[in-house]
């Protein structure tokens, strides 16, 4: 059986298990659409380019599938860029197809004609163009291989218009395999990922200093999302007794009640730490480049990761496992059951300075932190209960949790008001409760991200949580979701300024000489009802929870805007 060429590539994406293609329409890719109808894939358009990416790269975290998205040529390539980037960052499998412009036509100055395959390169797993019809369905396997296998991250394809619309042979249908958030990238066709296992005298060095540790720490990351298992890290912490902090698509992997999770600690547990287990995620700016002041130059480093460039940068380690996150603690737990005792002569344990074992430091060290993260909760308690106006933001983040549900999705977009609200919000669900952009921390992922979800879980509530510079990136995706009947809630966080950065300004330079940072506390919310959406204007907390409630309930792409007060909980804190 033959068909055009959209028909073709959007037999391979199903075929590689997409339901969904994320697009801004163009000319240059409209045979995909054409395609996408027979085959029965729906097509979600969101209002930019950025968007439709965002949308690709939060649709493969919350299902454990690669994502699609679609741009066309030009401009429409040059505006998914950040999107890319951040997906490249997040480590998140994405594949971006890009129209282009007809060959015989290339290097005449054809409509939107521009060479962008090198630009993307940088910023992704490969970056190629197709340049015969008879190799778009093995190439685009590739892309969709190349994405999932090793370490996930996005992949460019162009694909020039005269291809798309050429006749071609398609490949057969493959069955649609069950889609199951909890499934990790398995081998075959829908994420050619083969599970990486660790080395296991790595392993056993690894398991040697955590047995002989007095004051452990473990620092778990989005790594651990692609492994199946959702009890697995409880299992592990229970096992070495040690304090686990979450960040990105790890936040959730414990549950609430679980002894071993620890949030607002993490700065004493490292400086203290004599052995640090740092699993899926790098050594950057979050973790003080695993230097001092952060970090004390004594503490034995244990690294788990899937990229083996990791595993020894900004600091060497002294247990180094290439591997998945969830086979490398699955094996320390096998090793851990099967010690007889014995020295590691290549990685010496830390010595013990008190006359008690190990084990029973470790006791008294998580009784300790313990202690220290329920002081911290004490003193935020006022401003979780603060009855001031405008709004407290930490009272805002405790309304948000209150009104969520099991099975929520939370999504993240904003400085300083949802790194405060991430204090408090905690996940419904593992994987999937919290979204965020990642390490490149990208403004404007939140409505892309929560139209993403909306569609992986539709059964689901979906919150996103916005600065009031954040949500102006891409509000037109408003009127995108409401037409296409996706509703979620959008909670603004308006305190009339871009706060993460002005508060560094007023720092470093004082308050009369901040520049570019002020903002209106603009009325947000009438320009979502403007755009088929609901809309509420909050400016008391006794508003707040009913407006959270009919915002659920209207069944509408809605918007809380709640005026709040500049936050002190995050005082010092500057972006550089």
Not at 170 to 192: I, Q, V, Y
Not at 329 to 334: E, G, I, K, Q
Not at 500 to 505: C, D, T, V, W
Request: aromatic share 6%; with cysteine; charged share 20%.
């Amino acid at each position: 059986m033959t068909g055009h060429g959209g028909r073709l590539v959007a037999r391979v994406l199903r075929n590689h298990g997409a339901e969904v293609l994320f697009t801004l329409c163009g000319g240059h890719i409209q045979a995909i659409y054409d395609g996408c109808l027979d085959e029965g894939i729906r097509v979600v358009d969101l209002r930019h380019e950025q968007s439709a990416v965002f949308a690709a790269d939060a649709w493969s975290r919350l299902t454990g599938r690669v994502g699609a998205a679609a741009v066309t040529a030009g401009p429409g390539v040059t505006n998914a860029i950040t999107a890319v980037a951040n997906a490249w960052r997040a480590q998140s499998p994405v594949v971006v197809l890009g129209g282009a412009a007809p060959q015989p036509l290339m290097g005449k100055g054809a409509l939107q004609e521009a060479d962008l395959v090198p630009v993307l390169a940088p910023i992704s797993k490969a970056s190629y163009r197709i340049t015969r019809a008879d190799r778009l369905a093995d190439q685009l396997d590739e892309a969709f291989r190349l994405a999932a296998e090793g370490v996930p991250g996005p992949v460019y394809v162009e694909v020039p218009v005269d291809l798309l619309f050429d006749s071609a042979p398609l490949p057969d249908p493959l069955p649609l395999a069950p889609r199951t958030p909890l499934a990790s990238f398995g081998p075959g066709r829908l994420a050619g990922h083969t599970p990486l296992a660790p080395d296991p005298e790595a392993v056993a060095q690894a398991v040697h200093l955590l047995e002989g540790s007095r004051s452990p720490v473990a620092l778990v990351g989005s790594q651990l999302r692609w492994h199946g298992d959702p009890d697995l890290l409880a299992r592990w912490a229970q096992r070495f007794q040690l304090p686990v902090y979450l960040n990105g698509m790890a936040r959730g992997a414990l549950p609430q009640d679980s002894p071993h999770l620890f949030a607002r600690t993490r700065k004493a547990a490292l400086a203290e730490a004599d052995v640090a287990v740092v699993v899926g995620t790098p050594l950057d700016f979050r973790l003080g480049y695993g230097q001092s002041p952060v970090w004390d130059a004594r503490t034995r480093l244990i690294r788990i990761d899937l990229d083996p460039a990791q595993l020894h940068r900004n600091r060497r380690a002294d247990a180094a496992l290439a591997a998945d996150a969830g086979a490398a603690l699955a094996a320390m737990l096998d090793a851990a059951a099967s010690t007889v005792g014995g020295p590691c002569p290549s990685a010496p344990a830390p010595s013990v300075s008190g006359s008690d074992t190990p084990p029973a430091a470790r006791a008294r060290w998580l009784e300790r932190l313990r202690r220290q993260e329920e002081e911290k909760a004490a003193g935020m308690e006022s401003s979780l209960r603060s009855t001031r106006t405008p709004l407290d933001p930490l009272r805002v983040a405790a309304e948000v949790d209150a009104a969520l549900e099991p099975g929520s999705v939370v999504v993240g977009d904003g400085g300083d008001f949802v790194a405060t609200a991430a204090a408090v919000v905690q996940p419904r669900r593992w994987p999937g409760g919290w979204l965020d952009p990642g390490p490149l921390g990208t403004l404007g992922i939140g409505t892309g991200f929560a139209v993403a979800a909306r569609l992986a879980f539709p059964e689901s509530p979906v919150l996103a949580l916005f600065g009031d510079g954040s949500v102006g990136f891409n509000l037109a995706d408003f009127e995108a979701a409401a037409r296409q009947g996706l509703p979620f809630v959008a909670v603004v966080g308006n305190d009339g300024a871009w706060t993460q950065i002005r508060r560094g300004q007023v720092q470093m330079y004082g308050a009369e000489r901040a520049v570019a940072t002020g903002l209106t506390r603009a009325r947000y919310e009438r320009a979502v009802e403007a755009l088929g959406g609901w809309g509420a204007w909050v400016e008391r907390p006794d508003e707040l929870a009913p407006a959270l409630r009919q915002a659920l309930a209207s069944g509408r792409p809605a918007l809380v805007n709640v005026a709040i007060a500049p936050g002190s909980f995050r005082a010092g804190a500057i972006s550089i």
